[in-house]
């Protein structure tokens, strides 16, 4: 999660602290749903390293911890572009 957050800061700086993190939640939530279909599953089989992009099998629970995590991100996402923001003007 926080790498794909990383990943779009990285790639575009100006976008809003909230679009990413609803971009960051809205990819873990498809790639979560995707292990309904058990591809993730089948594909570690295939090649075990696609484990750390897809995972392997749905657990609800992650849905939750995902929401958390990307509304703590983002949080601290923009207090710390405010800090910076107060401390450059």
Avoid: K
């Avoid at 990943?7 to 939640?25: E, I, K, M, Q, Y």
């Amino acid at each position: 999660m926080v790498a794909v957050w990383g990943g779009l800061v990285a790639l575009l700086p100006r976008l809003s602290p909230w679009v990413v993190g609803a971009v960051v939640l809205a990819w873990c939530v498809a790639v979560e749903s995707f292990q309904l279909s058990g591809w993730p599953l089948r594909w570690a089989g295939e090649w075990p390293p696609i484990v750390l992009v897809f995972g392997t099998v749905f657990d609800p629970r992650d849905l939750l911890v995902y929401a958390v995590t990307a509304s703590l991100v983002t949080v601290v996402d923009v207090v710390v572009r405010r800090s910076l923001n107060r401390r450059q003007g």
